[in-house]
């Protein structure tokens, strides 16, 4: 069953992802996953992290256990840390693109959270009129 941590460690693994400019067949495939979808279950908030799969996270991001799974949600390196607000930067087109993408990125993960919690509501009803 998902807990409230592995969707913690699923948005963390989006922000890394996104962070590195990577489709997510692009991290399924470093990962070692099956498909693309398997990966998507994990960043989605849909599936359990397990302690093999936060290793392979942390070996292919080059991140440690304790970095990955601590409280701290902004522990890697932003693609947009040095970019000149405002300035003749290039690189300004790219950085608003990356920050829709992480707002997108939360939209969906909100709205697997909202689904998520639905399927529970669901199921408790379910589970007392069985009582």
Do not use: W
């Amino acid at each position: 069953m998902v807990s409230p941590t592995d969707i913690e460690y699923a948005q963390k693994l989006r922000g890394l992802r996104l962070s590195k400019n990577m489709k997510q067949a692009e991290a399924s495939t470093l990962l070692k996953f099956n498909s693309q979808q398997q990966y998507s279950r994990l960043e989605n908030g849909q599936a359990v992290f397990s302690d093999e799969i936060i290793a392979q996270i942390c070996e292919v991001f080059k991140i440690t256990p304790e970095q990955f799974t601590g409280n701290n949600h902004y522990f890697f390196e932003s693609p947009y840390a040095n970019a000149q607000i405002g300035g003749n930067n290039h690189s300004n087109n790219n950085d608003t693109s990356i920050i829709h993408e992480l707002l997108k990125a939360k939209d969906e993960i909100i709205k697997g959270k909202d689904e998520l919690l639905e399927k529970l509501k669901q199921e408790i009803i379910l589970l007392k009129s069985k009582s």
